[in-house]
């Protein structure tokens, strides 16, 4: 099987059109309050996506400041390109490997990437380097399936189709929430005064079918569905039919829950 994170081909867009809205959007909005303007005049996003975050983060910094948003995927980096978001320097950079020098940021941002970086503790401590004396690293992280209603009815309703060896794309992004594992990795890292928040907000889509869409499609799970021999169609169409069910026809209203950190270094 091909690698399970990879975002390429047309999940980018699907991504940010039918999933950035009900997921990532509302989190932003929370992400890009926590940041001080009147401190944070030097600002690095890593694994910045399609720019959805990015977008907020540029609003509620001065016109002065630097914002420099990377991610290591090209596909999504080059999709938030496209959107006219102005004074950002974009770069391809790998969390674990920042190429940037000791002590270059006031903040880092990451909002829902730090669960797919394979060595979590090298990019905390990259993370811990690139930041200046009293530097923030501001990031999120989705809670359990629980806690998150849509993926955990997504993620089933998907195993539903396969007798065997599922595709286990969600328990990614949904795995990683334990809030003293995160505090052990980040004072390993060296950070000391930290922060952990349970954030639970409104989550809404127009509808099923649009919703349905991103949470198959949008993801690499579709690939995942391809790779196992089964057409992506039925899967779409189930999972539109158990949000429907679950959370309404059209609109879709649920709740989502992440734990949203605050390490200073």
């Known amino acids: 099987m091909g690698d399970q994170n990879i975002f390429g081909g047309s999940i980018p867009e699907n991504y940010d059109r039918y999933l950035g809205p009900s997921f990532f959007e509302p989190f932003a909005k929370d992400t890009a309050a926590r940041l ?36 290591l995927n090209p ?13 950002v320097t974009w770069q391809e950079a790998d969390a674990s490997a920042l ?7 006031d903040a880092v941002v990451c909002q829902f990437g730090v669960m797919f970086f394979p060595d979590k503790e090298a990019a905390m ?12 690293f501001l990031f999120s992280v989705w809670d359990s399936f629980e806690e998150n209603p849509a993926a955990r009815v997504a993620h089933e309703t998907i195993a539903s189709f396969f007798e065997r060896d599922p595709p286990s794309f969600y ?9 003293e594992l995160i505090r052990r ?45 089964m057409s992506v169609g039925p899967v779409v169409r189930a999972v539109e039919k158990e949000i429907g069910e679950c959370f309404g026809v059209a609109p879709v209203e649920t709740t989502m829950q992440a734990l949203v950190c605050r390490a200073v270094r």
């Not at 190429?99 to 940021?105: E, I, L, N, Q, Y």
């Not at 401590?125 to 923030?136: M, P």
């Not at 328990?171 to 334990?178: A, C, K, L, R, V």
């Open 125 to 136: 401590i990259e993370t811990h380097r690139v930041l200046n004396s009293g530097g923030a």
């Open 36 to 71: 001080d303007p009147a401190r944070d005049r030097d600002v690095l996003e890593i694994a910045c996506g399609t720019g959805i975050v990015t977008r907020r983060l540029r609003a509620r910094l001065s016109p002065e400041a630097r914002l420099v948003a990377t991610d």
């Open 185 to 229: 990795l980040l004072r390993k890292a060296g950070f000391e005064e930290i922060e952990i928040s349970i954030v639970r907000l409104p989550c809404h889509s127009r509808s099923a079918a649009e919703f349905a869409i991103g949470l198959v499609r949008g993801n690499p799970v579709a690939t995942a569905i391809e790779e196992r021999g």
């Open 75 to 87: 596909a999504m980096l080059a999709l938030a390109q496209t959107k006219s978001v102005e004074n």
């Open 99 to 105: 190429p940037f020098a000791d002590g270059s940021f």
């Open 171 to 179: 328990e990614t992004p949904f795995g990683f929430h334990d809030a």
